[in-house]
T-cell receptor
Framework: DTEVTQTPKHLVMGMTNKKSLKCEQH?????MYWYKQKAKKPPELMFV???????INESVPSRFSPECPNSSLLNLHLHALQPEDSALYLC??????????????FGEGSRLTVL | AQSVAQPEDQVNVAEGNPLTVKCTYS??????LFWYVQYPNRGLQFLLK??????LVKGSYGFEAEFNKSQTSFHLKKPSALVSDSALYFC???????????FGKGNQVVVIP
C-alpha cells in the first residue's frame, strides 16, 4: 500500500474546465513533487516543493498551477488544458536531505483525460 | 548534468531464469543511483539505491544491483525471475545538490511462464 494518496484516480475534463489534483502524505517528508508520465515513458518532473516553498519549476505552462498548503498536502490546479496534457500525473515525496533524499515515494497517480 | 542510459527497450526472460536489466550512468562526482519499478496502472515503487559502500546492493522483492565504477554501470539483477516481475523498470540518478532525479527511458521486462 502506498503512503502517498492521490485523488481523484481518474479525471475527464474539457478544455475550458477548472479542476484540481490532490496529494497527501503523512511520512513527515519535506520535499514533494509533481511528475507527468505518458504511457511507457519515464516520468517528467514538473514541480518540486521543498519545505513548502516552490524550489523547481521545469518551465511548466501556466495552465498548471501547483500549491502546497502545508507540509502534508500538495495540489495541482488545472485550467484551460489541451488534449496533449492527457497523461498520468504522479505525486511523490521524499526526505529533504541526507542519504534518503532521492528515495521517492510515489502515489498511484491521477489519470487525466482532456477532451 | 547527470544522466542514465538504459540501452534495451524490452527484456524477455523465461520464468526461473536470471534477470538482468542494464543501466549505465554519466555523472560528475559521486553517483547517487536508484532503481524503480512500475507495475501496470500503478505508481513507481522504489527498489534499491547506491550511495556509498558495498558495490552489491540488495533491495526489495529479491532484486539486487551491482555498482561498477570502472564500467559506469548499475545493472539490476534477480537470480530467478517470476511472472509477477513483469513490469517497467527505471534506472535513475540524483542530481547532486538538489532533488532532481534523472530517469532512464525505462525497460519493459516480460517474464514468460
Amino acid at each position: 500500500d502506498t503512503e502517498v494518496t492521490q485523488t481523484p484516480k481518474h479525471l475527464v475534463m474539457g478544455m475550458t474546465n477548472k479542476k484540481s489534483l490532490k496529494c497527501e502524505q503523512h511520512m513527515g517528508h519535506r520535499a514533494m513533487y509533481w511528475y507527468k508520465q505518458k504511457a511507457k515513458k519515464p516520468p517528467e518532473l514538473m514541480f518540486v516543493y521543498s519545505y513548502e516553498k516552490l524550489s523547481i519549476n521545469e518551465s511548466v505552462p501556466s495552465r498548471f498551477s501547483p500549491e502546497c498548503p502545508n507540509s502534508s498536502l500538495l495540489n495541482l490546479h488545472l485550467h484551460a488544458l489541451q488534449p496533449e496534457d492527457s497523461a498520468l500525473y504522479l505525486c511523490a515525496s521524499s526526505q529533504e536531505t541526507g542519504g534518503k533524499a532521492g528515495e521517492l515515494f510515489f502515489g498511484e497517480g491521477s489519470r487525466l483525460t482532456v477532451l | 548534468a547527470q544522466s542514465v542510459a538504459q540501452p534495451e527497450d524490452q527484456v524477455n526472460v523465461a520464468e526461473g531464469n536470471p534477470l538482468t536489466v542494464k543501466c549505465t550512468y554519466s555523472v560528475s562526482g559521486n553517483p547517487y543511483l536508484f532503481w524503480y519499478v512500475q507495475y501496470p496502472n500503478r505508481g513507481l515503487q522504489f527498489l534499491l539505491k547506491y550511495i556509498t559502500g558495498d558495490n552489491l546492493v540488495k533491495g526489495s522483492y529479491g532484486f539486487e544491483a551491482e555498482f561498477n565504477k570502472s564500467q559506469t554501470s548499475f545493472h539490476l539483477k534477480k537470480p530467478s525471475a517470476l511472472v509477477s516481475d513483469s513490469a517497467l523498470y527505471f534506472c535513475a540518478v540524483r542530481d547532486y545538490g538538489n532533488n532532481r532525479l534523472a530517469f532512464g527511458k525505462g525497460n519493459q521486462v516480460v517474464v514468460i511462464p
